[in-house]
């Protein structure tokens, strides 16, 4: 079983749709969360960190559910400019290690 | 700031060839971290070094070895390249504390024949 796992879409939505993604982890002991956005061909960039209380940046959203251990991302009026890929990423305290899911693909369509 | 630097972007390599992969930072990160990213895998840790003058390997391994250097600095050296390591490989880097974000650098290409 991989530690997080996403479903790899792709998903292909319309300019100003609302889109969400999910991810679920498997060790309960993990500590943080994170979403990030990779372009293709380029480095991951941190789009979010994700709070236990959930946690909002403009269009963004992201939620944590410990006791399902899933977190999810949910992006509003959708822009052109968000297609991307999404990767989860979960930290395990216990050296430091970063777990990252295999990515969910977005393109927005005109 | 530059951030986190590798080199090279590009490599093309004949199996049985050797090869070091160089990563800097210049953020003054204690933790430093080496990935290798394939077509519907992820990215996957191979090894990581949580401070200067420790290393650990991760995931993945198997036909690598590390050296950091000193807190800048952390290389990852293919001994004798295969195919299977064909694959884009990151360096990435963090202070080492809980909820720090990880920078990465630009990625290399890695190309064994």
């Known amino acids: 079983r991989k530690e997080v796992e996403q479903d790899p879409g792709p998903f292909n939505v319309p300019e100003g749709a609302t889109v969400a993604f999910n991810c679920t982890y498997s060790n309960s002991a993990s500590q943080s969360f994170f979403w990030y956005r990779q372009d293709c061909r380029k480095e991951p960039k941190l789009l979010m960190s994700v709070y236990s209380s959930g946690n909002e940046d403009g269009r963004f959203t992201a939620q944590l559910n410990r006791a399902s251990q899933y977190i999810s991302l949910l992006i509003r009026d959708s822009k052109l400019s968000d297609s991307a890929t999404y990767l989860c990423?979960?930290?395990?305290?216990?050296?430091?290690?970063?777990?990252f899911g295999t990515g969910t693909s977005l393109t927005v369509i005109p | 700031n530059a951030g986190v630097t590798q080199t090279p972007k590009f490599q093309v390599l004949k199996t049985g060839q050797s090869m070091t992969l160089q990563c800097a930072q210049d953020?003054?990160?204690?933790?430093m971290y080496w990935y290798r990213q394939d077509p519907g895998m992820g990215l996957r840790l191979i090894y990581y070094s949580a401070s200067e003058g420790t290393t650990d390997k991760g995931e993945v391994p198997n036909g690598y070895n590390v050296s950091r250097l000193n807190k800048r600095e952390f290389s990852l050296r293919l001994e004798s390249a295969a195919p299977s390591q064909t694959s884009v490989y990151f360096c990435a880097s963090n202070k080492g504390s809980t909820n720090e974000k990880l920078f990465f650098g630009s990625g290399t290409q890695l190309s064994v024949l």
């Open positions: 953020m003054n990160h204690n933790s």
């Open positions: 990423v979960v930290n395990w305290v216990a050296g430091n290690q970063f777990y």
